[in-house]
């Protein structure tokens, strides 16, 4: 079964420091894997996109990591700001003739002055 | 540039009653989606176009109806709500190869959302 599952579900940080997030996903054909940023009350924003070949990708202070051997992603955020407080939502392509996108519940970011 | 535009962005209906949610894209994509967020949940896909005129269902279709008629505009229908459709709808757009395969690295630019009620 195609699955994605995001580590932790939530997440409190202090503004200026740094963390991580997990995605471990099951879906096969693989096409790419993105992360993207939901602001609370608002649609997800694209920060990466990572195929097969390519194993970090960076945006700013995001930087994305990709392991398709082991089928597992992280997004790693620098110096967090108040504005990184969100849920990030990993996404997963299956390769193929559907559209087949498959979303991962989400990791909620909280970032405290 | 508005990018994608959803309407209404709150609603609350009574069970058995009907409705449309907007949504319109300037950024001239050929594809659009309609997906459903649940507290807790991944997003679901509902329905998906590849063009004007061109339709087919997602994952959970069923108590929904949608139609393109122009590249712009995709509405979604529930014709007789549900207390099971209660959720977050989000509205998203994409441009992908002339091939139609979707299998390319384009993002999907979502929609604010409508929120939706069915008491």
């Known amino acids: 079964k195609n699955q994605v599952e995001q580590s932790p579900q939530s997440l409190i940080i202090l503004e200026g420091k740094n963390c991580t997030l997990q995605?471990?996903?099951?879906?096969?054909?693989?096409?790419?894997l993105r992360w993207y940023k939901q602001d609370t009350g608002r649609g997800p924003v694209s920060l990466t996109i990572?195929?097969?070949?390519?194993n970090t990708k960076s945006n700013g202070r995001y930087t994305a990591t990709l392991d398709a051997d082991t089928k597992q992603s992280s997004l790693h955020i620098t110096a967090s700001q108040l504005s990184d407080s969100a849920s990030y939502i990993c996404v997963v392509r299956s390769w193929g003739a559907t559209n087949k996108l498959i979303f991962g519940t989400g990791t909620l970011l909280a970032v405290q002055p | 540039n508005a990018g994608v535009t959803q309407t209404p962005k709150f609603r609350i209906l009574k069970i058995g009653q009907s409705m449309t949610l907007q949504c319109t894209q300037d950024m001239n994509h050929n594809y659009m989606y309609w997906y459903r967020q649940d507290p807790g949940m991944g997003l679901k896909l509902i329905y998906y176009?590849?063009?004007?005129?061109?339709?087919d269902k997602g994952e959970v279709p069923n108590g929904y109806n949608v139609s393109r008629s122009t590249t712009e505009d995709f509405p979604l229908r529930l014709e007789l709500a549900a207390p099971s459709q209660t959720s977050v709808y989000f509205c998203?757009?994409?441009?992908?190869?002339?091939?139609?395969?979707?299998?390319?690295?384009?993002?999907?630019?979502f929609g604010d959302g409508t929120r939706l009620s069915i008491l």
């Open positions: 998203a757009s994409t441009k992908e190869g002339p091939t139609g395969y979707p299998n390319s690295n384009q993002p999907q630019h």
């Open positions: 176009s590849v063009g004007a005129g061109i339709t």
């Open positions: 990572m195929t097969f070949s390519e």
């Open positions: 995605c471990n996903y099951t879906v096969s054909p693989f096409s790419n």
